[in-house]
Structure formats: C-alpha cells, structure tokens
C-alpha cells in the first residue's frame, strides 16, 4: 500500500503528458517539424474559415440558377436541384425507382458478402439470383415491367454497373492470364504475354475508341453490339491485363517448396493451383490488386469520350445548361464525394476480405 | 453444376445486353418501320439544340427535327426515338455504322463530309457562324482591333481553326488558352483568364446569359466562319435521304403558309390550292415520298412550324435569346426557302 502511494507521487514532468505532451511528442518534436507545424496551421487559418463561410454560412440550398449568381457563396442548389438527372440520367423518370432498387440490391449483396466465412454455394446463387432481379430491374420487359433500353441507362447505375461488371469479369480472366503466363506451353505462354503486354501498351482511352469507333465498323451488315456492352468489354479486357501482372507477381513470390510439396503428394496442375498455390499468391497481392480494382472503377468516367452518360457526363450535362453553366466547383465537389464514398468502401471491404 | 451456373451467368448478360440486331438492305424507311423506331444521333450537351432536361426528356431544335422526320414516318411520336447521344469524334462513325438511321446533332454541312464520309446532308436547319464575345471593359468594337489578344477557345475543333485563319489572314499575333468544355471555358472567360472568347455565335448567346453579369460582355459583329447546321443521313438510300430532306422543309414551308400547330386544322379547309397539296387534302405528295398523305399535317400538328420550333428551343424567349437572323424566312431577309410542295 506504501509502495503504490510513493510510485504515485512520482508523476512524469507535465509536459510530457496531457495534451501539452500530445502536442510536444507529434506537433513540436524539434525545431524543423515546429516551423512545419506553425506554416501548415498559418496556412489553415487562411483557408477554413473562408472554406466554411462559402461552403456553409453563405450558401444557398435550393434555389433556381438566377438567385444562384446572386449569392455570394457556394451554390449546391446546382446538386439538389438536378440530383435525379445527376443519378440517374436519362432513365425513364418514372421509373427511376428501379435503378435505385437495383443498386440498393447490389449495395447490400456486396455488404453481406463482406466477410468470406460467409462465401458458399447457397451465397453464389444468391447472386445469380440478384443479378437476375437487377437485370430485370434495369432492362425491364419482364413481370409487366416497361422495357427500358440500355441507352437510357445512364448516371451512378452505369458507373455502378461498368465498374462492378469490370472488375467481376476482369479478375478471373486477369488470373487465367497471369497462369498462362506462367505456363510451360509455348503457345499459350506466348499469347498471354502478347496479350498483356498489347493492352498494357495502349491508353483505355484507345481502346474505348477502337469499340465505339472502329469495331462497328467491321461488323457485318445490319448488325450491331450493343454500346454499353462494348464499352464494358474494352474496360475489361484492358484491367484484366493488369491484374494479370499484379497476380503473376503473387505466383512468383511464392516459395518453391510450395510447388515442391504440391508435386510430392501427388497432386496434379489444377490441384496444385486450386489448393496450395492460388489461395496463398492471391492472397498475398490483395493490396496492388485492389489499387487496381480502385483505378478501374475511376477509370470508367472515360466513358465520356464516347458519349456515355456515367455519373459525370450527367454532371457535365447539368452545367451546360445556361441556367447552371459557372456553378462547376460545387458539382464536382458533390461528384468528388461520391467518387470518394465508393472508393474508401472499396479499399475498407478489401481490408476485411484480407482478415 | 458450376458449367450450369456459369452458363447462366452468360445466358444472362446475353439477354440483358443483346442488342436489337435487323437486318438492312438498303431500305432504310423499311427497316425503321418493321423496328417500330427511329434511332438518331444527337449531341446530348447542346442546350437548345439536343439536350435533355431535368426530367431526362429531350428538347432542341434538333432534336424537333428528328420528331418531325419520325412523325412523318409513323404519324405519331409513342415512343418513335431511340436517342443516341454522340460526341463530335464518334458522330458520323455512328451513321456509317447504321447504329442510327439520322444524324441531327448541329454537324456543320462541308464538302468533304458530303463525299468522303459518305453522308448526304439535307436541308439545313439552322445557319450558324462563328463569333467573338469581349467584356465590354476591354473597350473594342470589332474583330480586326484584336491584335495580340488571349483568346479561349475549344481545342481541336474548326472553331480553332477558324479563328487561327482570322488572326492570320488579318496578320494578328494571338494566344490561345485551350479547355476541353464549353462549361469550364466559359468560366476561365469570366474570371478573365482571356480577352476574347470564340465559339460558334448560337454557344456565345447562350454562354452570355449565363455570366454572372451579362450586361458587362458583348458580342461583336464580325461572323468569320460559315455553319450551316443540318440533318444528315447516309450515302445510298436516296429515299430516306428525300424523307428527312422534305420533313424539315415541310416545318419551313408552313410558317411560309402561315400554317401553325394551332390552326393546323383550320387549315384543313382551306380553299388555298397550296395548303390543300401541302396538307394531303388534295393527294400525291405523300405517295411520291412513300409516306401517308397526311405526313406535313401530323409534322405541323405534333411538332409545329419552323417558326415556332426555332422561337421554343433558341428564340428570344429562351436563355439563349437568339434573333431569327439568317434562319428568317426569305422573305423577312433570311435564308430558309422552301421549294413547292407539288
């Protein structure tokens, strides 16, 4: 009892705790990282507070584009004003309802497939059956729903599905790449690397191109690919390339024995593949893979240069009519957070997958 | 069972993505009505020309173009259109692709697009040139006083090249200050990163209006390039060529009629040997076109005049405040002439 009364009297210098040694230990830890401190607050001083008197205290919320220019700070009337359109673009306006269901479903099959103890066979036709009812839900002409045709499909659902499909679609056929690449079969070896190094060689932007500009036109008579489905190819088939080489890494980081091992207990290719070396290589790229899956669901507003309508051409639409031409920032800033919302999701589900 | 479920899987995107294929011989106004819809290309940004509003429902002065030309085919607009919104690269691959079957997306009419690319153009729907906007600030009054002037314009377009054959030929040093979209152009223009702005003289109206102050800017006089603006279609089908050709000058030859949507039926009984000829009272017109007799009257009635398309997407009532100037009828000065209707 003595001894925890005397130890207690013994207390650290007070600098060194609380919130003056919170402050020492990570703001003022030596006279180079104190002038950094003093110059990054002197510069947020400058910035937040007129940052908030525009953003906040002087904006307007939901007015026209007339009383817009009138007021002095930000405008995200432009946001709240064209919010459907924004979404869900040229989608038939009554029945918007449905791309909104569609992407919930997809929202909440992704949320209860976060933890991969809960991946099996019940699970996998659970998502066939969803991506069915949101196949239904989109297209429509089914149960007495109004057929709506894919180029109306506009706004977050062609983001949504462009970058979900994308990189459904890209990942096994990237690993398949990255096994040929890796394989003792001359022919198979030598395509994979053709095609990888093809891909990776050109910009998205071409290839996007070459499908909406120069593929229909070698197209038979009369006969045409659908514009979303080609674009959507084009974005597969260029992330799969590179998830190809992020995968092929992962294969060559893993230990010899391992192949080794596989061999002396009999197993064949697809056996050693299946069970021994694909589940640990896989695992071992989650973090370079999901950069690259992140970058892919980015990467689809290049769409716009084919004039599809993803959530940021809906944008852009929005700003060229003269009622809002010159509120940019605002909508950018709106289209930013949604960009952002989607891709911190991405890389938090994929810390959870790698538990 | 997994080859069961992967099938599935195909199965699936197939349906959800299968485009409506058909077969085209040629026959365009065939094909269309055995699709039960036209498809038309259109340019998605364009206000007052092709863009859809808040409700995701088109409006423009092309876009009513390709209503006129659907409802002379079909009579009615119940859901006639597939819009296909196209940008400047990829607009005319779309018509040689017959991924649409019209093309009304403010392409400008030139001699090589006519032969090389294998379009027709038909009549023009909306005559347009490229113009000059300054902030009344900079304190001049016409093109030729910009020597040495900043100017924003939109790369790679014959807008740039336009204005470097200006500046040139008048011996004006310039510089140029290049941004992808008219939106954030517009507002570097504003915010005075340039002297002048150039764009096609329909944009510079628009854009004016939407400037925090448009008193503070004008436009000047000097127009220096030609646009005639108008519908195309592809080379081959002279039919389909006809059709969309006398669908939009039906819209002119009405207001020069004095024929509106709303005395369209008035008009019926009209003892004018004209308008009976136009309207189908008296018949042949349509039959010379392959289209019903009453192709003008359903065009007047479902879409209107030229007139009242013009002064409801771009006149002086919308944001855009455009005067009819060129796009008047001949005989108020402008160059919207129709040939008889007989």
Known sequence: MNTME??????????????VGWLKHNLFNGVFNSIITLVVLAVLIRVVPQFIQWAFIDAVWFTSGK??????GACWSVVTKNIRFNIFGYYPYDQQWRPLLAMLL???????????????????YGWLLALFVMGVLMKGGLFGLEPVETTKW????????????????SYPLGVLLALGRQ?????????????IEMIRGVPLITLLFMSSVMFPLFLPEGVTIDKVLRAQAAIILFTAAYIAEVVRGGLQAMDKGQYEAAESMGLNYYQTMRLIILPQALKIVIPPTVGILISAFKDTS?????????????????????EWTGFSTEAYIFIAIVYYLCCFSMSQYSRRIEK | MKRLASSVVVALLLTVFSAPAWSDNGDTLKAIKERGYMMVGVNGDLFGFGKADQKGVWQG?????????????????????????????????????????????????????????????????????????????????SA????????????????????????RSNDMEWNTVTIESTAELAQAFYAGRCDVMTSDASQLAGLRASAPNPGDYMILPEIISKEPLAPAVRHGDDQWMDIVNFSVLAMINAEELGITSENVDEMLSSKNPKIQRFLGVSPGNGEALGLDEKFAYNIIKQVGNYGEVFERNVGVNTPLGLERGLNALWTNGGLMYSPPFK
């Open chain 2, 144 to 167: 030729s006083e910009l020597a040495g002037a900043t100017v924003c314009v939109l790369p790679g377009t014959t807008t740039e090249q336009n204005a470097a054959d200006y500046f």
């Open chain 1, 154 to 169: 506009s706004g977050l659902p062609l983001t949504l599905l462009l970058s979900f499909f994308g990189i459904a679609a």
């Open chain 1, 67 to 72: 009383e817009c220019h009138e007021a002095s």
């Open chain 1, 6 to 19: 005397s130890s207690r009297e013994i207390r650290p210098p007070s600098n060194n705790v609380g919130v």
């Open chain 1, 106 to 124: 997809l929202v909440g099959m992704l949320a209860y497939s976060r933890d991969w103890k809960r991946w099996n066979k019940k699970l996998g």
């Open chain 1, 183 to 195: 394989s003792d079969m001359i022919i198979i070896r030598s395509l994979s690397v053709v095609y």
């Open chain 1, 302 to 322: 290049l769409v716009v240069i084919i004039a599809l309508y993803d959530i940021l051409n809906t944008t852009k639409s929005i700003l060229n009519t003269p």
């Open chain 2, 61 to 141: 002065l092309d876009v009513d173009t390709a209503r006129a030309v659907a409802v002379a085919v079909f009579g009615d607009l119940n859901d006639r259109i597939r819009w296909v919104p196209l940008t400047a690269k990829t607009r005319f691959t779309a018509l040689q692709s017959k991924e649409i079957d019209v093309l009304t997306r403010n392409a400008t009419q030139t001699l090589t697009r006519d032969t090389a690319l294998g379009l027709n153009f038909v009549q023009v729907n909306y005559y347009d040139g490229q113009g000059f906007m300054v902030p009344k600030a900079l304190g001049v009054s």
